[in-house]
């Protein structure tokens, strides 16, 4: 599981750094500045969780744990609904997308919650 979740952070790396320069330099000035905002999010917010998915796929390389595994699909569908309903909303205007937003950002906290019962579980907190 390790390696496929460097593999998915790696992309999720690459993918932000490219959509985030794609952002910079092909969108300013040509959406709306809450439009541009709101895709600056989405790549920021995927960044992080590229960050936290390397992270945690080190972590697994060391230890197993259910929790810390259902952490990183967590992750990874919060980037999905997250940032690309962001993305898909800037880019398109339709504001159907926005309320998938709120459903990626639970996936992270939801995450982020997992690592917490996982860390806890493998004794991390005493």
Known sequence: ???LFL???ALLGATGVMLGAFAAHGLRGRLPENLFNAFE???TYQSYHALALI???LWLKQTSSPWLVASGYLWLAGVVL???SLYALALTGIKWFGPITP???VLFILGWL???VGA???GAVS
């Open 103 to 105: 459903i990626g950002g």
């Open 1 to 3: 599981m390790s390696q």
């Open 55 to 57: 992270a945690l796929a």
């Open 82 to 84: 997250f940032s690309g």
């Open 7 to 9: 593999i998915i952070a």
């Open 120 to 122: 806890v579980k493998l």
């Open 114 to 116: 997992a690592l917490l």
């Open 41 to 43: 999010t989405g790549v």
